[in-house]
């Protein structure tokens, strides 16, 4: 059955280190990635997407994502995390139109 | 350039009663998403439109769940009647041509 994944629930990072956030998918062929963030109370906001070509993809707020074919994995990192990172974190997915979430990554960030 | 617009922001009712949410996608996206996001979890997809047609609504209890976008622009979800289980977020997404989609802040329903 076609389905994303992430492992970690939940994680918690200290301020100034870096953040590694995995995502996993299950289909038939590549799809499109994305990475999600959500503050509370917040819609969800596009971080960086992966259609084709460079496997590493830049985004906003100082995050990148390495799509690894081999591994169908896709994951999302920040080398040096702020406070206001703190959010909760979805992988996404567009397989020939179906769209499918992760069900998300809550980050806690210390000081 | 303006968001995804949604109202109500939040709406407690009664179960067994009607209710109606609202969104108005960002001007010149002709895909239109609607979503249900319970706590702790994913959003889940409910009902994708491509301008007025309705291309997956596999995922919407019809019994229950009614869904329109009239003149492929603004879209209203209905729950009637409403259950305890319907309490959860309603995002609304659009997105141009199938591509990356843009949310609005969702409408949190409480059933009680």
């Known amino acids: 059955a076609q389905s994303v994944t992430q492992p970690d629930i939940h994680i918690t990072v200290s301020e100034g280190a870096s953040l590694e956030l995995r995502c996993n998918y299950s289909y038939g062929a590549t799809p499109y990635l994305f990475w999600y963030v959500q503050s509370p109370g917040q819609g969800l906001q596009l971080l960086l997407k992966?259609?084709?070509?460079?496997?590493l993809v830049q985004g906003i707020k100082g995050f990148e994502a390495e799509f690894k074919r081999s591994q169908s994995s896709f994951n999302l990192r920040k080398p040096s995390v702020h406070w206001s990172d703190a959010a909760e974190y979805f992988c996404?997915?567009?397989?020939?139109?179906?769209?499918?979430f992760g069900a998300g990554t809550q980050v806690v960030v210390t000081p | 350039e303006a968001g995804v617009v949604q109202s109500p922001r939040y709406k407690i009712i009664e179960k067994k009663q009607p209710v109606a949410f609202w969104c108005n996608p960002i001007s010149g996206h002709n895909t239109l998403y609607w979503y249900r996001q319970n706590l702790g979890q994913g959003p889940e997809l409910l009902i994708r439109y491509e301008n007025e047609e309705a291309v997956d609504d596999s995922q919407l209890p019809k019994d229950r769940f009614s869904a329109e976008r009239l003149k492929g622009v603004d879209s209203t979800l209905k729950i009637q009647p409403a259950e305890l289980g319907d309490s959860a977020v309603y995002l609304c997404?659009?997105?141009?041509?199938?591509?990356?989609?843009?949310f609005g802040p969702g409408t949190r329903l409480t059933v009680t």
């Open positions: 992966y259609f084709s070509g460079d496997t």
């Open positions: 996404a997915v567009d397989s020939w139109g179906k769209f499918q």
């Open positions: 997404a659009s997105s141009e041509f199938g591509t990356e989609q843009y």
